[in-house]
C-alpha cells in the first residue's frame, strides 16, 4: 500500500496545477501548500488522498480522510474544507474524478443485486481506499506521461474505478448517481435551481413541485443528501458567490449583498462574517492581499 501511495503521490506532483485540471477528461490532481480554509461548491467527485489530509465540512458535519483513504461526493454541494498540515515543504496530494451518470448507469446493469432501502443516503462519505481501488487509480495516474495511450485506456480505467466504487463501501451512493429514478437524481433537480437562481426568492412548495415530492417528503430527503435545510443550502451559495464576486467588488458591498439575493445590508454583513469570521468588506481586503 504504501508503495501505491508514494507512486501516486510522485505523479501528482509532477503533474499539478494550480487549476487542478490534467489533459485526461474528467482527471483532477491538486498539490495543496497551505492550511488556508476554503469554500467552493464541489462537483459529483471521487477523491483519493496521497499524501496529508483534508477536513471538510457540510452543513453541521465534519468529514475527515487522510492518506490512503477517498471522499465520495454525488451531488453539487456548498462545502468548507482545509488540509492538514499542509506546507510547501509536506504539500497535500490528491486526486480527483469527476462522477459522471452516463459511465455509471451502463455499469449497474453489471453490478451485484441492488439492496433494498438505499434512498435518503447523504451526498458525502469517506472510506479507506482499498489496494485495488488504488491501483487502477495508479494506472491512470501513469497515463498522464504516457498521452498516446491516454484516449484508449482512460476511459476503461475510468470505468474499472467506477466499478470499484460500485462494489465498496460507496456502492450505494454510486448507485444513485447512475439511476435515473433516485431520490438523490430527484433532489438534484432542485439542487441545481438553486445553484442557478440563489439570488431569486425561494419557495419549497416550488422545489418539492421540481422534484416530484412533497413538500415535506422533499425536505426530509434534501436534508438527508445535503446535511442542510433548503434556505440554509440558498444561503451558503449566496454567501459562497458573494466572496468571489467581492475580490473584484471590494469597493461595493451592498451591491454585491445585492447582486446576491439579499435586501438588507445589515442580515447580509451578519451573515457574511458568521461563515467567513469577517466582514465583507475586511474580508475583500484580506483577499485581494493574498
Not at 166 to 193: C, K, N
Not at 234 to 255: C, F, M, P, T, Y
Request: charged letters at 20%; a positive charge; proline letters at 7%.
Amino acid at each position: 500500500m504504501r508503495e501505491l501511495l508514494d507512486e501516486i503521490s510522485a505523479i501528482i506532483a509532477a503533474h499539478a496545477r494550480p487549476d487542478q485540471l490534467t489533459p485526461i477528461d474528467g482527471l483532477l490532481v491538486s498539490k495543496a501548500e497551505t492550511s488556508a480554509p476554503d469554500y467552493s461548491l464541489t462537483e459529483p467527485l471521487l477523491v483519493v488522498m496521497a499524501r496529508g489530509g483534508k477536513r471538510m465540512l457540510l452543513g453541521d458535519e465534519v468529514f475527515e480522510y487522510r492518506a490512503g483513504q477517498c471522499l465520495v461526493v454525488t451531488a453539487d454541494l456548498p462545502v468548507t474544507g482545509h488540509f492538514l498540515g499542509a506546507t510547501p515543504r509536506t504539500p497535500a496530494l490528491g486526486m480527483g474524478l469527476v462522477l459522471r451518470p452516463a459511465v455509471i448507469a451502463p455499469l449497474l446493469l453489471e453490478a451485484p443485486a441492488r439492496p433494498r432501502g438505499e434512498t435518503g443516503l447523504p451526498a458525502m462519505g469517506t472510506a479507506d481506499a482499498d489496494a485495488d481501488l488504488l491501483d487502477a487509480v495508479r494506472r491512470m495516474l501513469r497515463l498522464l506521461d504516457r498521452p498516446a495511450d491516454a484516449a484508449v485506456l482512460a476511459p476503461l480505467l475510468e470505468r474499472e474505478i467506477l466499478w470499484r466504487l460500485l462494489t465498496g463501501p460507496h456502492g450505494a451512493m454510486i448507485r444513485q448517481i447512475g439511476t435515473a429514478g433516485s431520490g438523490l437524481t430527484h433532489v438534484s433537480r432542485a439542487i441545481r435551481w438553486i445553484r442557478d437562481n440563489y439570488a431569486e426568492p425561494m419557495r419549497i412548495e416550488d422545489l418539492a413541485r421540481l422534484a416530484g415530492m412533497s413538500p415535506s417528503a422533499f425536505h426530509r430527503h434534501f436534508r438527508a443528501v445535503t446535511a442542510m435545510s433548503p434556505l440554509q443550502f440558498q444561503k451558503r451559495i449566496r454567501l459562497q458567490e458573494a466572496r468571489s464576486l467581492l475580490v473584484a467588488r471590494a469597493g461595493d458591498v451592498a451591491g454585491v449583498g445585492h447582486l446576491v439575493g439579499y435586501d438588507s445590508p445589515s442580515q447580509f454583513n451578519r451573515e457574511y462574517r458568521r461563515l467567513f469570521g469577517a466582514p465583507p468588506g475586511q474580508d475583500a481586503s484580506r483577499l485581494a492581499l493574498s
